[in-house]
């Protein structure tokens, strides 16, 4: 006997209120999966959701407000809600979320846009949806000058150290397979294990994302010892994230970034965070990294 036959039967009452609500819950699917900006403009509030650690994206000030370049993009994002929305008003409610819930807090609608350095890639495209890029970055390999390495090239027989679980493993694997290489990778469990393995010269270079890198390279009293190399292994692009499939927003977020290319805005902010001098180690320091040709070219599609 089938689990379909063996039901117990409903008494009529019983069955037409399950059908109501059957229908109540068909009906309510739609509008849920189409409603965030209604829910924005009859609650009033956005919530912005971004990471306090992931400089020069996003992270505190010394007043503990978030700052950075995603935070500057996202300030326009909101502008232009609130304009079409045809809001006199709009709270900005600002939430911190932990690197290991971010995709979480979007795909559940905890927050209506993600402002970080979320990375864009197939896998997190199964549960959010992305705006257009806003960065580009690639895993870069860091060395020690003094080992007198000057190319990705010439790791031939010489080791690597990634950090486990992020995608400079991958792309590291992957560029050894393409170029036969030779490259032996070793693994650190966070940022702070694989320097130490590169300064102690138990490796001779460190692959990650380049910002990143250079983030590290800035909070080092001896940087002038080490070095980034040119080219990366891999490309990936940093957009906002927001709740999968949502067309309205993914919309309203593209022309805002499309008007702050437009206007000069973007530019602007790229070049406050990543090529002059901001706020990082209780000190100012530049990261000086210039706009790639294909960040330029991205930008330059969105007008």
Not at 18 to 35: D, G, N, V
Not at 175 to 180: L, N, R, S, V
Not at 260 to 279: E, H
Request: proline fraction near 4%.
């Amino acid at each position: 006997m089938s689990f379909f036959n063996a039901a117990p039967r409903r008494r009529p009452h019983a069955a037409l209120a399950t059908a109501l609500c059957l229908a109540a819950l068909a009906a309510a699917m739609p509008a849920q999966a189409q409603s965030v900006l209604d829910k924005i403009k009859s609650s009033g509030q956005i919530n912005v959701g971004y990471r306090s650690d992931a400089a020069p994206f996003s992270y505190l000030d010394d007043r503990k407000q978030p700052m950075g370049y995603s935070i500057d993009i996202c300030g326009a994002v909101v502008e232009q809600i609130k304009q079409q929305l045809g809001l006199s008003e709009l709270r900005v409610k600002m939430t911190p979320i932990a690197v290991d819930r971010v995709m979480r807090f979007v795909k559940d609608g905890v927050v209506d846009i993600l402002c970080s350095s979320t990375s864009d890639t197939p896998e997190r495209r199964e549960e959010v949806s992305f705006s257009k890029p806003i960065y580009i970055d690639g895993v870069a390999v860091m060395v020690r000058k003094k080992d007198g390495i000057s190319s990705i090239d010439d790791f031939k027989g010489k080791a690597v150290v990634v950090i486990k679980t992020t995608t400079a493993a991958e792309a590291v694997e992957a560029y050894q397979k393409k170029h036969a290489t030779g490259v032996l990778v070793e693994s650190a469990l966070n940022a702070d294990a694989a320097l130490s393995q590169l300064q102690l010269g138990w490796v001779q270079g460190y692959a990650r994302d380049r910002v990143l890198l250079a983030m590290q390279l800035a909070s080092l009293k001896d940087g002038d010892q080490y070095a980034i190399l040119p080219g990366e292994l891999s490309k990936e692009a940093v957009a906002i994230a927001f709740r999968k499939g949502d067309a309205g927003m993914e919309a309203v977020v593209n022309k805002a970034i499309a008007a702050s290319v437009s206007s000069g805005k973007a530019n602007a902010w790229y070049d406050k965070w990543f090529v002059m001098p901001i706020p990082l180690y209780s000190n100012k320091k530049a990261l000086g990294i210039p706009m790639s040709s294909e960040l330029k070219a991205s930008f330059e599609s969105t007008r």
